[in-house]
């Protein structure tokens, strides 16, 4: 009943993952201002993410605003952005793999057992190894899974810092991470368990993907991916 007052200029993050109504909610704020809009298509994890910066500028009411692609990346090593490359034309079409500014390519691996038991076994190795380097280790599975990781991490003697309960604490360098709190986090060395189980616990192909495309690209310097049951098809990496 009552028109929004439009600002001069408004700064819009983690644009992707805004629905059509939200975009609009934004545009109605900014109709005779400017709007910087920043964010990746590919790590988009709601499932009204928008499909492209063209259908989100034309809900915002900017289909004329220049779109600079930023493909340039400081955080995520070349050897991580490799494995994790395969999901962009599933996830994002037409868009890039980014690339790595820094001179150290880092490291990744996957590692393919033949069930749970020797699954386990493979992630208690990656953590000890991850721990006998500097920095932080965390440890990425599906939401589902997060009680029995935690057990087989606690009696194996070591003592993880589950997020989403428990406060930060300085004295942990070990997290267990839920698939979806991963988003936004950096560990300088990441082990993640079953991609399969954290694709499927969303409720489509692409969400999936997208938050797989997230959690494997967490690692600012190794990342371990450990699995016994068949990777995603939209995921082609050969095992150790």
């Known amino acids: 009943l009552q028109r929004t007052p439009s600002l001069g200029h408004v ?11 939200q975009l609009r909610s934004v545009g ?7 709007v910087t809009v920043l964010g990746d298509i ?4 709601t499932p009204w993410a928008t499909p492209s910066w063209e259908v989100a500028l034309g809900h915002l009411g900017k289909g004329e605003a220049h779109v600079e692609v930023l493909d340039r990346g400081f955080r995520v090593p070349t050897a991580v952005i490799a494995l994790a490359a395969p999901l962009l034309p ?20 996957v590692v393919a057992v033949a069930d749970a038991g020797a699954r386990d076994v493979e992630l208690l190795l990656a953590v000890r190894q991850a721990l006998g380097r500097d920095g932080s280790v965390g440890v990425i599975v599906a939401d ?14 070591l003592d993880p810092l589950v997020l989403g309960q428990a406060h ?20 300088d060395r990441v082990v993640l ?18 938050r797989l495309y997230v959690c494997l690209t967490r690692a600012v310097s190794a990342l371990t991916v450990v699995h016994a ?3 995603p098809t939209a995921l082609h990496h050969s095992p150790r």
């Open 11 to 21: 700064v819009l993050d983690e644009a992707q993952d805004l629905s059509p109504m």
């Open 28 to 34: 109605r704020r900014c109709s005779t201002g400017s």
């Open 42 to 45: 590919a790590q988009g994890t």
């Open 90 to 109: 599933h996830i994002a079409p037409g868009l890039g793999p980014p690339v790595s500014v820094r001179d150290d390519p880092g490291s990744a691996e």
């Open 144 to 157: 589902a899974s997060v009680a029995q990781t935690a057990l087989t991490l606690t009696d194996a003697g």
């Open 168 to 187: 930060e604490d300085a004295e942990h360098r070990l997290h267990l991470v839920p698939a979806t709190l991963a988003k936004g986090l950096e560990f």
């Open 193 to 210: 368990v079953e991609p399969a189980d954290l694709a499927d616990a969303e409720p489509d192909e692409r969400t999936g993907l997208r």
């Open 229 to 231: 049951r068949a990777l």
